[in-house]
């Protein structure tokens, strides 16, 4: 049906993709599912979806490979769904372009919230004034945000990033030289008021430093830590 955004669920278990169907199409969404990491890949390339809810732990393709193919040619948004709650299976699914992570158990509820809120996008975002020569074009010493074509660059280089590592950037950079808590961020980028962990936000921010030092440490020393408070965006004006 028109207007109707279609989610692709990306898991071998029958009870959790029932659940999460049923869940889901509650809200009006259209769903799509596979039951594998290879036909998860298939379908992500032959059609558009809206969102991909993808599992971790999967037969043939697991989920990290699975996220790494499906980046290789679109963006599309991607939660990450997984028993493995460790730190290091977060990062990994965060490096491998997962844009949220969700660990079983859960409440189909919180998926719906979690859905939903990654879904929005926020249609009011501040822009910043500092050196802007276009509406939605933030130019700073050490790098540039072209909100219109999601593209961000230092030393001319373009920076490869997921959708939320972008949407972080660019909220701090809107509203540069202001402290953020991990709980404000969450609020103002994730979407999330009553529930998220707090680790996502250090996760995203660790990643974005990295990708961005990899083209200008000075542009990744722009995201600055303000210890025992959160995270801001600082300008150099000298």
């Known amino acids: 049906m028109e207007g109707q955004q279609k989610i692709l669920i990306v898991e071998d278990e029958d009870r959790i993709r029932r659940l999460l169907r049923m869940y889901l199409e509650r809200e009006d969404f259209i769903i799509v599912e596979a ?4 036909e998860g890949v298939k379908l992500a390339k032959e059609q558009p979806f809206d969102l991909i809810i993808l599992d971790l732990m999967l037969p043939g393709l697991d989920g990290i490979r699975v996220c790494k193919a499906i980046r290789e040619e679109q963006m599309t948004p991607v939660i990450m769904l997984t028993a493995k709650g460790e730190e290091s299976n977060r990062i990994e699914g965060f490096e491998s372009g997962a844009d949220d992570y969700i660990v079983k158990p859960f409440s189909p509820r919180e998926v719906v919230l979690r859905v939903k809120a990654l879904l929005r996008r926020s249609q009011a975002m501040p822009i910043a004034s500092h050196h802007a020569t276009a509406k939605n074009v933030l130019v700073f010493k050490y790098l ?4 219109d074509a ?4 230092a030393n001319d280089i373009d920076i490869t990033l997921t959708p939320k590592e972008y949407e972080l950037l660019y909220f701090l950079a809107c509203n540069h030289d202001r402290v953020y808590d991990r709980e404000q961020l969450l609020k103002e980028v994730w979407k999330y008021e009553f529930f998220g962990d707090l680790r996502t936000v250090d996760t995203h921010i660790k990643r974005l ?12 020393q722009m ?5 025992g408070v959160g995270y801001k965006f600082e300008v150099d004006d000298a």
């Not at 540039?144 to 909100?147: C, E, L, Y």
């Not at 999601?150 to 660059?153: A, G, I, K, Q």
């Open 35 to 38: 039951i594998d990491g290879n």
């Open 150 to 153: 999601h593209r961000v660059t």
């Open 223 to 227: 995201i600055v830590t303000v210890w």
């Open 209 to 220: 430093r990295e990708k961005l030092s990899k083209v200008s440490k000075e542009a990744a």
């Open 144 to 147: 540039t945000i072209d909100n």
